[in-house]
Structure formats: structure tokens, C-alpha cells
């Protein structure tokens, strides 16, 4: 069975930073491509980033370039998010979720974790 | 960026009555669209891949159609456990990847 289980989540001060990780489990995680996408408190879906299945290469949405770095460690099956810099609009469930072999959409999901970005 | 938009942001239907789902896009995305289910305090599940394949594991009540900016999720006959916010998302031009504001399905 996939699971995949983040955590790292916390309140933080807006200009602080967090590290969040992902261990993957029961696929061959060096196989698939990986995202993060987050979900504001009550809003929608929203793409943060993806990296190559051997972390070669990377990509971020324009609201979190500069400020997150997306890593991953293939031989401890875990999936990371560097977040510096973190403002208010970064509040939100952060999860990790596994690309589908054929397209680029996610077919498993982590439970999320909870950042909260506040004072 | 292509913006995904769906309508209505609310459905309240009937159990054993069909629900219409819609999604459309800013652009053309061809068939390169995915369904996610939702439900409270849940993790999204995927649903339907290329705009009309069910994911593996999903009811046949589900279903879905479209192409290029105008999309559709149908949802046979609502049962209960159907009741979830559900989503859109297309990876035909990205980054970045863009999903819909979602559409919540209420069981009447």
C-alpha cells in the first residue's frame, strides 16, 4: 500500500523557516516524480512545486520561487520543502503527493501537514 | 497561466439523482485533465485521468467528458459517501500546474 506521511508543520514568524519531509512508502519512491501542493484554511488546491525522480531537476510556482527549495534523499525514501522567508499567505496544509507514471496529475496523497505563518 | 474555472461552486442533489459537474479552462488543455474527490478533513483522491479514464478503484457512477476547454464530471446516481468538494486540474500547459476553485456536491 502507498503511504506517504509528512510532517515538520508548525507555527512559525512571518521571515521564519520550516523544513518539511514526506517519507514515501510502499513503491519504489526513486521511480516517480514528486509535488508539493498546498490548501489554504478553506480555500482551494494549490500547486507549490515538483522534482525529478533522482532530484535532478525542479520546479515552483511563482508565488514560492526563490523562497522554497524542494529536495528529496532517495535512499531514506523522503521527500523535502525548505520554506524561508515565510509570509502569512503561506498558511496553509501542505502536502506531499506522488506524480501517476502517465500524466502529470497526482495519484496518491499524503494526510497534509499544517503550517501556520503568524505572530 | 491557464486558469481553471468551475461551476457551481455549490450542487445540492437528491440521493439516486445525477450530478453535473463543470470545468473550463482559459485555454485549451486538450484532454490533459484530472478529477479529485475531497471530502471534510480528507486528502484529495483522484478520480478520473485524461479527462475520461477512471482512476483505479473508482465507482463506474463516475464518470467524466470534454476536450480542449470544456469539461464535465458526472456523477450517475449520488450516493451519500459522494458528498466532498471536488476538483479540477490541468497539467497540459504548465508550470504551473492549475486547478479549479472546486465545486461542493451536498446531499439533498
Known amino acids: 500500500e502507498v503511504q506517504l506521511v509528512e510532517s515538520g508543520g508548525g507555527l512559525v514568524q512571518p521571515g521564519g523557516s520550516l523544513r518539511l519531509s514526506c517519507v514515501a512508502s510502499?513503491?519504489?519512491?526513486?521511480?516517480?516524480?514528486m509535488h508539493w501542493v498546498r490548501q489554504p484554511p478553506g480555500k482551494g488546491l494549490v500547486w507549490v512545486s515538483r522534482i525529478h525522480s533522482d532530484g535532478s531537476r525542479t520546479s515552483y510556482a511563482d508565488s514560492v520561487k526563490g523562497r522554497f527549495t524542494i529536495s528529496r534523499d532517495n535512499a531514506k525514501n523522503t521527500l523535502y520543502l525548505q520554506m524561508n522567508s515565510l509570509r502569512g499567505e503561506d498558511t496553509a496544509v501542505y502536502y506531499c503527493?506522488?506524480?501517476?507514471?502517465?500524466?502529470?496529475?497526482?495519484?496518491?496523497w499524503g494526510q497534509g501537514v499544517l503550517v501556520t505563518v503568524s505572530s | 497561466e491557464v486558469v481553471m474555472t468551475q461551476s457551481p461552486a455549490t450542487l445540492s442533489v437528491s440521493p439516486g439523482e445525477r450530478a453535473t459537474l463543470s470545468c473550463r479552462a482559459s485555454q485549451s488543455v486538450s484532454s490533459n485533465l484530472a478529477w479529485y474527490q475531497q471530502k471534510p478533513g480528507q486528502s484529495p483522491r483522484l478520480l478520473i485521468d485524461g479527462a475520461s479514464t477512471r482512476a483505479s478503484g473508482i465507482p463506474t457512477r463516475f464518470s467524466g467528458s470534454g476536450s480542449g476547454t470544456e469539461f464535465t464530471l458526472t456523477i450517475s446516481s449520488l450516493q451519500s459517501e459522494d458528498s466532498a468538494v471536488y476538483y479540477c486540474?490541468?497539467?497540459?500547459?504548465?508550470?504551473?500546474?492549475?486547478f479549479g476553485g472546486g465545486t461542493k456536491v451536498e446531499i439533498k
Open positions: 510502499g513503491f519504489t519512491f526513486s521511480s516517480y516524480w
Open positions: 486540474q490541468q497539467y497540459y500547459n504548465w508550470p504551473p500546474l492549475t
Open positions: 503527493a506522488r506524480e501517476s507514471p502517465v500524466a502529470v496529475n497526482f495519484d496518491s
